[in-house]
């Protein structure tokens, strides 16, 4: 196998970049060092955003653990339940996360199920939680995605634009190769290559940008859960254009759907509508007690959960 990456069109040539580093005699992935290292940075930020509204940051600690937990089931069970042709001949293979095959929307989704499970047995706010995890979550993706680069995985279709990246063909999972790669491939001392779209590096920067308008706003947010709602309609509003570049897209069975590209559009629109909805509340209110609006509707997203728990 050969390990060079290269971006040709920047000038950027980076010759030997391994999927590995060997301590003590054990290989470990790169792409599991950047996991561990995405989640132990999100416990800090969550930690750190909890003190300064001040929660207690020890109930993050417990609830991060259960919530880490979750995430990484989830995530992979979303991969491997829309992969399954991959695994069903090898079911032990699933529980090989060092090779990679986590996606980010099962751990989103085990994530959110910890925190509900979390708020009721702490009888903590729950959209408090959301919004206070949401900087940790999308710095974990905007981390995440580079565990990609190192296995050269999540990429788009042949491109020749400004970010193009240059692949050794025999570095890939040919699953991923798609006829427009292989017309266009190129034979550079005795190697093939191809040439794609850096996908990976694009949700990457996408959750980097994502990230600073969300640090700008949170002091200025209107009701708990805002923050989240905008984390999650901002992510999703990257992932419908980004997932339909990929080729190793998670197809629904008997469909040439793409999950993850629907469920980011249907993202936007839940979540645009409920963003829209919760500041006309928090608006008439302020209207109605102008005098108590900082008090009056602090908390209008766990009021909905309550009317829902209720019925």
């Known amino acids: 196998m050969h390990y060079d990456i290269s971006f040709p069109n920047i000038g950027l040539t980076l010759s030997h970049v391994g999927k590995s580093i060997s301590i003590f005699g054990f290989e470990v ?51 491997v339940i829309f992969s399954w042709d991959m695994y069903k001949d090898n ?39 959301f919004d206070t995890v949401a900087l940790a979550l999308v710095n974990g993706q905007m981390l995440g995605r580079w565990g990609n680069f190192f296995n050269r995985e999540a990429f788009g279709e042949y491109t020749d634009s ?36 850096p996908t ?16 700008l706003y949170r002091k200025h947010k209107k009701y708990d859960g805002e923050l989240f709602l905008l ?22 069975p008997g469909t040439g ?17 409920l963003l829209v909805y919760f500041r006309k509340k928090y608006q008439k209110q302020k209207n109605e007690c102008p005098a108590k609006d900082v008090d009056l509707d602090a908390d209008p997203v766990e009021k909905v959960i309550d009317s829902v728990e209720k019925r």
């Open 162 to 197: 400004l970010l193009a990246m240059r692949l050794p063909l025999d570095a890939v999972r040919s699953g991923d190769v798609t006829e427009l790669m292989r017309e266009h491939m190129q034979v550079i001392d005795g190697v093939s290559y191809i040439q794609v779209h």
């Open 91 to 129: 079911l032990l293979e699933i529980f090989n996360l060092r090779g990679g095959g986590l996606a980010i929307y099962g751990g989103v989704i085990g994530a959110v199920a910890a925190v509900f499970l979390c708020a009721h047995i702490k009888k903590l706010s729950a959209p408090q939680i």
């Open 257 to 273: 759907i793409a999950v993850s590209q629907l469920l980011a559009g249907v993202l936007v629109i839940g979540m645009g509508i």
């Open 200 to 215: 990976f590096f694009y949700e990457s920067l996408w959750c980097c940008v994502l990230l600073i308008l969300l640090i």
């Open 231 to 252: 984390y999650m309609f901002g992510y999703g509003l990257g992932r419908v254009w980004i997932e339909g570049l990929r080729t190793d897209q998670l197809i629904i």
């Open 29 to 79: 992935a790169y792409y599991g060092i950047i996991i561990g290292s995405a989640i132990l940075i999100g416990f800090l930020i969550a930690m750190s955003e909890a003190k300064r509204t001040k929660q207690n940051p020890e109930d993050y600690l417990d609830m991060g653990m259960i919530g880490v937990v979750m995430g990484i089931v989830g995530a992979r069970l979303y991969y």
